[in-house]
C-alpha cells in the first residue's frame, strides 16, 4: 500500500471512530451539568484534543515513519511520537549530523508545530533493551488507568531505554500525579514531563473545543526544557 494510500485509509478509519466516540461525548457533556464527580468522571475519560488533531497526529507520526526511513534506511532507528502538533523524536543515529537532519526533516511534516529532539547519537539500541521500554510503556499506562484523577485517556506514553516520555493536555496537578505515578513503576529510570498545561476551568467551562494551554517550553508547563532547537537537551528525573 502506498503512502498516500495509508494515509487516506488512516484518516477514513479515524474519522469513523471519532464519529462513533462523538455520540458517547454527547452523554459525557450532559454530564457535566449534573455535578461535580460526573464532571470528573467526563474530564477524565476523555481525549481532549479535537477530533482534527487526533486525526493530523496520526498522519504525522505516518509521515515521520515514512520520511525516515527514505533518509536513514537502515542504519537509524526513529520514532515520532505526536500530540496536538507536538513531535517527540526519539531513537539511535550513527552521527550528530543524522541528529540533526533528522529534526529538519521533521520540522518539514505539515501541522507539526514543535520538535522535541531526544534523539541519541551511538549505536542502535538491542532488541532487548526495546522490549524492556515496550513493557515499561504497557505498565505505565495501565497503572495511570486504575490511578483516580488521571486523565489516562488523553495522555501518550513513549519509553525509550528506561526514560518514560509523557505527553498530553492536562493541569498541573494531573501532570504531577502522572509523572509520580510513571517514577513509580519498576525499571523506570527517568520521567519527561512533555505536557500541555491547561486550566480545569477551561476543560469544565467548554470542554469540546481546544482549551487554552501555557507554555510548553516555559519551566512550569514541563518538568523538562524542551529540545525543539534541535539541542542536546537531556531527560531530567522528576523530583
Excluded at 23 to 37: F, K, M, W, Y
Excluded at 129 to 152: A, C, G, H, M, Y
Excluded at 217 to 226: L, V
Amino acid at each position: 500500500m502506498t503512502l498516500s494510500n495509508r494515509l487516506s485509509f488512516t484518516r477514513s478509519l479515524a474519522r469513523c471512530l471519532l464519529g462513533l466516540a462523538g455520540l458517547s461525548a454527547l452523554s459525557g457533556c450532559g454530564l457535566l451539568i449534573v455535578g461535580g464527580t460526573a464532571a470528573t468522571t467526563a474530564l477524565v475519560a476523555t481525549d481532549r484534543r479535537t477530533a482534527g488533531e487526533q486525526v493530523d497526529d496520526q498522519t504525522i507520526e505516518l509521515r515521520v515513519s515514512s520520511e525516515m526511513n527514505k533518509a536513514f534506511g537502515d542504519k537509524a532507528r526513529l520514532t515520532g511520537t505526536s500530540y496536538a502538533g507536538r513531535l517527540l523524536l526519539i531513537g539511535d543515529v550513527p552521527t550528530e549530523a543524522d541528529r540533526q537532519q533528522a529534526v529538519s526533516i521533521a520540522r518539514t511534516i505539515p501541522k507539526v508545530h514543535s520538535v522535541d529532539n531526544y534523539i541519541r547519537v551511538g549505536d542502535l539500541t538491542a532488541l532487548s533493551v526495546r522490549t524492556n521500554d515496550t513493557w515499561i510503556t504497557s505498565k505505565v499506562k495501565s497503572q495511570l488507568t486504575t490511578t483516580e484523577n488521571v486523565p489516562f485517556r488523553t495522555i501518550k506514553v513513549t519509553t525509550e531505554r528506561g526514560v518514560v516520555y509523557l505527553m498530553g493536555k492536562v493541569t498541573a496537578a494531573e501532570g504531577e500525579l502522572s509523572a509520580k505515578v510513571a517514577s513509580g513503576i519498576t525499571g523506570v529510570n527517568k520521567v519527561v514531563k512533555l505536557f500541555q498545561i491547561v486550566s480545569r476551568e477551561s476543560l469544565i467551562t467548554d470542554p469540546d473545543k481546544p482549551a487554552p494551554v501555557t507554555d510548553s517550553s516555559s519551566p512550569s508547563a514541563t518538568a523538562t526544557p524542551t529540545a525543539a532547537d534541535g539541542g542536546g537537551a537531556q531527560p531530567m528525573p522528576v523530583q
